[in-house]
T-cell receptor, first 115, second 111 residues
């Protein structure tokens, strides 16, 4: 009963390095999301994918790219990491619901530090 | 002004006491509301949805006041295990049905 699985759980990068955060869900959800959480800021949406084959920018997309590889997987890429991207990253998924009543289910996060 | 605002706390609560806190939202067109719970260094987890008529789940009661644009969460008979950060979440019905999170209210239940 995995739910939403994120890898890696921890990562330290040097400024300018690139990496991809992986996310997979086994709940057959249509919609997937990437958030970052910083102290005192709450969760902020980076990118989302309302359904397979579509992606859209959220509140803070600069410096990131995403790929909705298939219905299960949604990856987040940092092309050239910057210290300002030090954060905890959460992936989430939900049923596709036009009424907006479906809650989101979260993975347990990736703690990323950029030196 | 933030779209969803919460008192960050912490609310220090004696075990067995009642605690209540609010969350205000700025967009009057907001349609869906949730309370999530987040334990330290863990992922957010849905606590309850908030319905127009208000709803109760055990010791937890959520209310929605559309006229004043706030939602509330009340915890009765607080347990030590209720210590967490409570996130107010609003769906503002923008494209994609994206959720907007408040910064959270920290609750500390003490013996």
């Amino acid at each position: 009963n995995a739910g939403v699985t994120q890898t890696p759980k921890f990562q330290v990068l040097k400024t300018g390095q690139s990496m991809t955060l992986q996310c997979a869900q086994d709940m057959n959800h249509n919609s997937m999301y990437w958030y970052r959480q910083d102290p005192g800021m709450g969760l902020r949406l980076i990118y989302y994918s309302a359904s397979e084959g579509t992606t859209d920018k959220g509140e803070v997309p600069n410096g990131y790219n995403v790929s909705r590889l298939n219905k299960r997987e949604f990856s987040l890429r940092l092309e050239s990491a910057a210290p300002s991207q030090t954060s905890v990253y959460f992936c989430a998924s939900s049923e596709m619901d036009r009424a907006g009543d479906q809650p989101q289910h979260f993975g347990d996060g990736t703690r990323l530090s950029i030196l | 002004r933030k779209e969803v605002e919460q008192d960050p706390g912490p609310f220090n609560v004696p075990e067995g006491a009642t605690v209540a806190f609010n969350c205000t939202y700025s967009n009057s067109a907001s349609q869906s509301f949730f309370w999530y719970r987040q334990d330290c260094r863990k992922e957010p987890k849905l606590l309850m949805s908030v319905y127009s008529s208000g709803n109760e789940d055990g010791r937890f009661t959520a209310q929605l006041n559309r006229a004043s644009q706030y939602i509330s969460l009340l915890i009765r008979d607080s347990k030590l295990s209720d210590s967490a950060t409570y996130l107010c979440v609003v769906n503002m019905k923008t494209a994609g049905n994206k959720l907007t999170f408040g910064g959270g209210t920290r609750v500390l239940v003490k013996p």
